[in-house]
């Protein structure tokens, strides 16, 4: 059975830990929210102590073939685009070393014109010669295709499902290898099948009713758990931010809502790993470190070359795909959404210090498996 099969049915009746999972989403008064936060701090700190593991996204591109109403670099935004070569991501990289990263997450459109698999393979490759964790956000690929990269070095994977309602992926999906629901909802399979040591789910909050996407993600939390065992899971909630098109997000997830949403994660899935992006507010992220969150992007950039200006003189505009050379071009390439927090790596760390927590830079060698 796939978690495709789980889906067909109705997950939030499906477990008894999924049963009192959403029971922990129901709106609940200060005094309640206050005494769940504290039970998902105490568990924290028992299975993850008071340490942060921080990593920083690596865009190599934002070409993609895709149209998908919500995303920065949707097919249909007419936007300056930019595919790095290998020197340049080499370049961003060590800039990205240099202040302590020793985890990056290598982020890129779907588009194979301009991202083949070989392509993909050789920028793992060279990033993992400076740094010991690699961790991909790229297209679906099949088995085979993703031992190739994990041969290249990457250790980590991530794939969120946008929404797990299917009638909804369909109206904001409407164009491109994308559109296929099932193919994109049984990644985290593959990927495990081929051999990943960390796998990363989540849902793109706004995009769906947040208390059933939450419901739908927790089964595949679940059944990743169950199932792909040998494999560190994390989570994520990402809500959506501005980004080229416009979009406008169509139901609400406060901020409350999401503190909410955190805590009852932690409870329920005491082990699994949350991440945190730069997309919220520092107040936020400030708040969320004591209550589950276990690793946390940092002065991260959304657009290839956002790091150190690299590929400036290759960007171009594509309008619904038909690219336009560009010569007076007075910024560098579109980022993928806005972020809210712009403090710098050392900012972050100096916070993190301060609340009690410790940073933590590098947390994997592959000298491990060598002993």
């Not at 690929?141 to 794939?159: C, F, K, N, P, S």
């Not at 038909?322 to 710098?344: C, K, L, T, W, Y």
Request: net charge neutral; charged share 20%; aromatic share 10%.
């Amino acid at each position: 059975m796939t978690f495709a099969d789980v889906l067909k049915s109705n997950p939030a009746l499906s477990t008894k830990t999924l049963v009192d999972f959403a029971k922990l989403l129901d709106p609940m008064d200060d005094r309640a929210l206050t005494s769940l936060a504290a039970n998902a701090k105490k568990i924290t700190h028992r299975f993850f102590g008071r340490t942060m593991r921080l990593f920083a996204p690596l865009y190599f591109s934002n070409e993609c073939v895709n149209s998908c109403s919500y995303c920065g670099f949707s097919r249909d935004n007419p936007i300056l685009r930019l595919t790095l070569t290998l020197d340049q991501v080499e370049r961003e990289a060590r800039f990205l070393a240099g202040l302590g990263f020793r985890s990056l997450l290598l982020v890129s459109g779907e588009h194979p014109k301009f991202i083949s698999n070989q392509h993909l393979v050789d920028v793992v490759r060279r990033v993992s010669r400076i740094v010991p964790s690699v961790s991909l956000e790229v297209a679906p690929l099949e088995i085979d295709e993703y031992r190739m990269t994990i041969g290249a070095g990457a250790e980590g994977l991530i794939v969120y499902q946008e929404t797990y309602d299917r009638a909804i992926y369909g109206t904001l999906h409407t164009a491109g290898p994308k559109k296929d629901f099932f193919w994109r909802l049984e990644t985290p399979e593959r990927a495990y099948a081929a051999g990943f040591r960390r796998l990363g789910l989540g849902a793109l909050f706004g995009l769906a009713p947040w208390r059933q996407e939450a419901i739908a993600l927790a089964s595949h939390v679940e059944f990743m758990l169950r199932r792909c065992w040998r494999s560190q899971v994390t989570v994520a909630f990402p809500r959506l931010r501005p980004a080229a098109g416009g979009f406008q997000p169509h139901y609400a997830l406060s901020d409350r809502e999401l503190i909410q949403l955190v805590c009852a994660f932690r409870v329920t899935f005491p082990q699994v790993g949350i991440v945190l992006s730069t997309r919220e507010p520092i107040w936020l992220r400030d708040t969320l470190v004591h209550l589950g969150v276990t690793t946390m992007s940092a002065g991260s950039r959304t657009s290839p070359g956002g790091y150190t200006g690299q590929g400036t003189e290759s960007l171009h505009l594509t309008v619904r795909g038909r690219i336009h050379n560009v010569s007076d071009a007075n910024s560098g390439a579109e980022p993928q959404f806005e972020i809210e927090d712009h403090r710098s790596p050392q900012e972050v760390a100096e916070a993190l210090a301060k609340a009690g927590i410790d940073p933590v830079w590098k947390d994997w060698d592959a000298a491990i498996l060598n002993v």
